[in-house]
């Protein structure tokens, strides 16, 4: 018994030096190897960071993650950078989770994988009060889960949660998740329909010149108990010109049907063709060639 004991006390402190020797040294070289990063020295960084992230240092990783993304002393490389920030999100480094859910999103160094990438999104979004999010990486953040959970990608299709994460990315200003904010109060999809709330978020986002944002504020001018089709027009035309193919669809209606504007077949037709070449959707293709058997019936 004493000599299993002594065998157990011996294994047990030979592995905790072999582990505070290994940490020293991998922490030596991750010290070095980020201060050579933040000094701008970055081929002496690489292979101390390479070191210390194969004695499973996170935050190496993350920093060699950095410079195969940014190109900084190396060509860029993108598939590289991921799977260093993988690495590092495994590893726990809170600041990684974010960008390894992009790779997983983008296929970059990694099979293309949206349940992995709603994993470390999800991450990102319970501790990203304790990383270095900038504003920006929030609206990334809130929009892709928005735009994940509205499409089903990586998980099942649930309008709720897209609404409450559109909501909180266009809260931080969002013009994009504003416009989706403004279309699921328009349309009730996972909130109480409220076309008032809807109205107030399509304003947001077309004032900031998005083009979702135009051609739901075209649509609500259009269909609202009192329209106002020349403002429906204007900002259809907005939308169009920044390529909506929804909005171009509308335009060529107005052409057509010789609403507010003079008819025009010949602007109906272009404004038909512009959202069909699009290719967004089956429908504006079918648009297009109904107009023209239309044309072609009446001559």
């Known amino acids: 018994m004493n000599k299993t ?3 157990f006390a011996f294994i047990f402190i030979t592995l905790i030096f072999l582990m505070a020797c290994t ?10 190897g980020i201060q050579h990063y933040k ?25 060699l993650g950095e410079i195969f993304r940014k190109g900084e002393g190396v060509n860029q490389d993108f598939g590289r950078s991921c799977t260093h920030y993988i690495n590092s ?4 480094n809170n600041n990684a989770y974010l960008l390894a859910g992009s790779c997983f999103v983008m296929g970059k160094g990694v099979k293309q994988d949206f349940a992995e990438a709603l994993k470390w999104f999800k991450k990102a979004s319970d501790e990203s009060e304790k990383t270095d999010l900038t504003e920006s990486d929030k609206k990334y953040l809130t929009r892709t889960l928005a735009t994940m959970y509205y499409s089903g990608k990586g998980t099942l299709q649930d309008f709720s949660e897209a609404a409450k994460w559109a909501e909180k990315a266009a809260e931080l200003g969002d013009a994009n998740s504003q416009a989706v904010m403004a ?5 009730g999809q996972g909130v109480l329909a409220d076309r008032k709330a809807a109205w107030i978020w399509a304003q947001k986002s077309a004032d900031q010149g998005n083009d979702l944002g135009e051609v739901l504020m075209g649509v609500f001018n259009q269909y609202a108990d009192s329209p106002d089709m020349k403002a429906a027009f204007d900002w259809y035309e907005k939308s169009a010109k920044q390529g909506n193919p929804a909005a171009q669809y509308q335009l060529g209606t107005f052409y057509e049907e010789g609403i507010i504007v003079p008819e025009d077949i010949e602007k109906a037709h272009a404004c038909y063709k512009q959202a069909a070449d699009s290719k967004k959707s089956d429908n504006l293709i079918k648009a297009l060639m109904e107009f ?3 044309q072609k019936k009446q001559k």
């Open 39 to 63: 000094n701008g020295e970055y081929q002496k960084a690489i292979p101390l960071l390479e070191k210390a992230e194969d004695g499973g240092s996170s935050s190496a990783a993350f920093y």
């Open 292 to 294: 023209e058997a239309r």
């Open 183 to 187: 279309f699921l109060l328009y349309t």
């Open 23 to 32: 940490g020293n040294i991998d922490l030596e070289s991750e010290n070095k």
């Open 5 to 7: 004991i002594y065998q």
């Open 89 to 92: 999100a495994k590893g726990g």
